[in-house]
């Protein structure tokens, strides 16, 4: 009960702050729209984060700047909203969330970019959205892994994304690493925390609300984001930005001493 409780409070709260911000976007002026809709989803997920009693902590000034490509692995469904939290970004996901009851309205609510991962030739439309966006100083965060882990291995890289930076004098990323530091309240070390999230019941695997309902169960947990330093994009290609940003990713993980895999 307790469980679906908070689902349920979480919902409400979320559909409640996606009309304001979508009634507060429209009475804006164009140019300021951007930065109050990622500003309203910032107060979103951190209530939704509160409902559920999930802590996260950045490991510097996560607000500092602005039209910066953002690249993190990927644990769970609700990662955007444990980013969010702690960080002004625009996301971006496949186009079929857009087609999803309410999720898809909330996503759009803020700003979220799309991308239909079936037909190759919309990664160039997808990049070009990407460096728009960046242009407008709005920063974009993405997961090249294409799809959650299982919290150990980091996946390959998909580069489609990195061709929105790609030899671009101006551009620039920043690796980001997120990790598990307690379940319950309880320590946990390595990724002992991160495949405990990850590890989901066949019960609860096969949908987004069995997944939800999976780390709804928790008592409490506690996510560090490890926050690199910018790298420069100029004078490379997305395959080479793509292994830059994994290798900065992998050199976050305090429990991979050597940095790589």
Known sequence: MRVWLRMACALIVTIIASIHTSIG???????????????RQGVAARLFCRIHNIHVKASNDAKLSPGTL????????????????????????????????????ICKCYAMLLVDRRRKGK????????????????SVLVFPEGTTGDGVTLLPFKTGAFESVRDWGQGRM???????TAVNGDAVRGAEGRTILTKVSPRYSDNFIGRIRHLAGFRRLD?????????TTSGMDRRVLSQAARDAILALDRNNPHGTE
């Not at 976007?25 to 500003?39: H, K, N, Q, S």
């Not at 920043?174 to 598990?180: A, G, H, N, S």
Request: net charge positive.
């Open 123 to 138: 990664a160039k439309t997808f990049a070009s959205q990407i460096r728009d966006r960046l242009r407008q100083r709005g």
């Open 70 to 105: 953002r690249v993190s692995n990927h644990l769970t469904v609700i990662d955007p909203i444990i980013l969010a939290s702690q960080l002004d970004v625009c996301f971006a996901g496949k186009a079929e969330i857009a087609r999803w009851p309410i999720i898809g309205w």
């Open 174 to 180: 920043q690796p980001i690493f997120m990790d598990v």
């Open 223 to 231: 996510i560090e984001l490890r926050i690199g330093p910018l790298l």
């Open 25 to 39: 976007a429209r009475l804006r002026p164009d140019v300021e729209r951007l930065a109050y809709r990622m500003m």
